[in-house]
């Protein structure tokens, strides 16, 4: 039985795939799609329904071809014949947004992945894996707040906070199935970052790839992936407005800088 597919479309024009962050919920893209859909079919995929009344329900590990085969069929769905489409990820979903355009490049015009932490090109890619390893133990043994300020301090490159205080709890079974953060902590983390790269296949299809990093980012983990990224598949590299979450906290500068992007890539998108 196929699995059923959760996704929201808005405007019109060429498709535009967005792949959201943490466990794939779309909370707070609304800004952000809304200035895209002048522009752009937006197409906003939610792999795990979690914003399509799934929130709640247990999850089990999640895996990037899974995210990424969900990307496709949801592409296969919306494009009619003939048709190609853009991709934005950020996260967990620029890592889904990568595999994607590795497995299926046929279809897709552009992809722009935005801070994906793929530490597994990087020099130190055992401790970048034991850093994330670390932040889902803290969360099972110590919650939400104690793992978001050790997920913090891994992403800036500061050391790790003190020992939690007594009050800190593991979340219960419903408490972590009812969280997006706590979904992210327990079944995507570590499993998406310790998710290899296909840079063979990548350097293949490098003229339809940008890698991105904010510019508050600079000097972090993930503006120090993105880059690097770049560099092993050959792709461009672009900054955009903010940090991590600048899709979230600047949603104007950052759509203005990803039309500006896709504009700029030489690739066209049919239109609808």
Known sequence: MTEELHYDVTGSGPVLLVLPGGAGHPMGLGPLTERLAARFTVVTYDPLGLAHGRLGRPVPEQRVADWSEGAHRVLEAELTAGESAYVFGTSSGGIAALDLLARHPERLAHVVAHEPPVVALLADA???????????????????????????????????????????????????????????????????????????????????????????????????????????????????????????????GFARRLVETLSASGSRATGR
């Open 126 to 252: 055992a401790r970048q894996r034991a850093v994330f390893a670390s932040v889902c133990d803290t969360y099972r043994s110590a919650g939400l707040r104690a793992a978001g300020a050790r997920l913090a301090a891994a992403l800036d490159g500061t050391p790790a906070p003190a020992a939690e205080g007594a009050d800190a709890q593991p979340p219960t079974p419903d408490e972590e199935s009812a969280s997006p953060m706590g979904i992210f902590l327990s079944r995507v983390l570590q499993s998406f970052t310790a998710s290899a790269v296909d840079t063979a296949a990548l350097r293949s299809v490098a003229a339809r790839l940008t890698l991105a990093a904010g510019t508050a980012s600079r000097g972090g983990l993930l503006h120090r992936t993105a880059t690097t990224a770049a560099e092993t598949t050959g792709a461009a590299f672009t900054e955009f407005p903010g940090g991590h979450l600048g899709v979230l906290e600047h949603p104007e």
